[in-house]
T-cell receptor, first 117, second 116 residues
Framework: AQTVTQSQPEMSVQEAETVTLSCTYD???????LFWYKQPPSRQMILVIR??????QNATENRFSVNFQKAAKSFSLKISDSQLGDTAMYFC??????????????FGAGTRLTVKP | GAVVSQHPSRVICKSGTSVKIECRSL??????MFWYRQFPKQSLMLMAT?????????EQGVEKDKFLINHASLTLSTLTVTSAHPEDSSFYIC????????????FGSGTRLTVV
């Protein structure tokens, strides 16, 4: 079974600064996907960034980037130039590659990020 | 983009009654729907996976007779909480894969159930 661990229940950062959220996972799979989702107070889950395990290059999406270390099974999220709107709960998630379209996501416990003005 | 419409967003019901939560896929066909439960300040826990035209698959520890899931069409999946009790109060979220799973899944906006 796959497990996802987020060891930081809460974090805070000053506006415009950079923060890194940690995530580790455990799996015996070789091909899989990793995601970071954001859940603001509205509770709507919003995809922040995704990473394909067979790609060595770290994914980036504007101010968001990941540090994917496959051997260490680590998948951290870096938020640069933090904005007040980044305040939310962040979940790291794992999904197997096979079979297609029928794999559930497994989530970590989440990290509550607060961006301070 | 693809949207999963979830209703109701909030519901309060009395103990012993049943509540139905609907998730509709808009502009795409959802052959699979995942149902999650989220307690306050906690993570999303997978309850069950529904597939159109077949029986749902439940996670260990989830009572299939209490949480009835129906996926009768490619655009609609429902979760019915039967004989609800206060401990069933929670936030329920559905999600579905859209196209290539490489893009992750799209989530409904969630339903906050309160059983009094």
């Amino acid at each position: 079974a796959q497990t996802v661990t987020q060891s930081q229940p809460e974090m805070s950062v000053q506006e415009a600064e950079t923060v890194t959220l940690s995530c580790t996972y455990d799996t015996s799979e070789n091909n899989y996907y990793l995601f970071w989702y954001k859940q603001p107070p509205s509770r709507q889950m919003i995809l922040v960034i995704r990473q394909e395990a067979y790609k060595q290059q770290n994914a980036t999406e504007n101010r968001f980037s990941v540090n994917f270390q496959k051997a260490a099974k680590s998948f951290s999220l870096k938020i640069s130039d933090s904005q007040l709107g980044d305040t939310a709960m962040y979940f790291c998630a794992f999904m197997k590659h096979y079979p297609y379209n029928n794999n559930d996501m497994r989530f970590g416990a989440g990290t509550r990020l607060t961006v301070k003005p | 983009g693809a949207v999963v419409s979830q209703h109701p967003s909030r519901v309060i019901c009395k103990s012993g009654t049943s509540v139905k939560i609907e998730c509709r896929s808009l502009d795409f066909q959802a052959t699979t729907m995942f149902w999650y439960r989220q307690f306050p300040k906690q993570s999303l826990m997978l309850m069950a996976t529904s597939n159109e035209g077949s029986k749902a698959t439940y996670e260990q520890g989830v009572e299939k007779d209490k949480f009835l899931i129906n996926h009768a069409s490619l655009t609609l999946s429902t979760l019915t909480v039967t004989s609800a009790h206060p401990e069933d109060s929670s936030f329920y979220i559905c999600s579905a894969p859209v196209g290539n799973t490489n893009y992750g899944y799209t989530f409904g906006s969630g339903t906050r159930l309160t059983v009094v």
